[in-house]
C-alpha cells in the first residue's frame, strides 16, 4: 500500500513539473517591456560615458542619422533552475538585447527586447547598465 502512494505521488509531481514547463515555453503571451530605472537615467548620457561603463557594443549600426549601440547579456546559468522540492528543474534559457540610440554623442533612447519574447529579462539588460550608475 506505501508503495502504490508513493509510486502516485511521483506520477503527480511529474505531471505538475511538466505543466509547469509547457505553460512557461508556450502559453505565455509576450512579456511586458516597461520602463525600467537604468534605462531611464541611461537616457542624456554621452556616447564616450556609455562606452566607457558599459564597454563596447556587441553591435553597432547607423540608423535614420543615429547610431544604434546593441548589447547583449545572457542570464547566468544558476537563474535558468528553479527549486522544487528537494531539487530543481530547467527553465528557459532567456536573455535581453539592449538598443541605445545615440543621436549628437548623447543617448536619446534606450530599448529592451527579450529573449525569448514570453519571458521577462529586464533584469539582464539593466544589469548592461549596472555600471554606469553611480
Known sequence: MAQSVGGWARI??????????????GCAGPARVDQYPNQ???????????????GAP????PWNGATLFRYYREAPILAESEPAGKGS??????????????ENEQVTD?????????FD??????AIFDSCIP
Open 12 to 25: 503527480i509531481c511529474t505531471a505538475l513539473n511538466v505543466a509547469s514547463l509547457l505553460w512557461l515555453a
Open 89 to 102: 528543474f530547467s527553465t528557459i534559457h532567456h536573455g535581453c538585447w539592449a538598443t541605445a540610440v545615440i
Open 110 to 118: 534606450v530599448v529592451y527586447q527579450f529573449v525569448p519574447p514570453t
Open 40 to 54: 531611464q537615467r541611461m537616457i542624456g548620457t554621452t556616447k564616450d560615458a556609455l562606452l566607457a561603463c558599459a
Open 121 to 126: 529579462s529586464s533584469s539582464d539588460c539593466e
Open 58 to 61: 556587441k553591435k553597432e549600426q
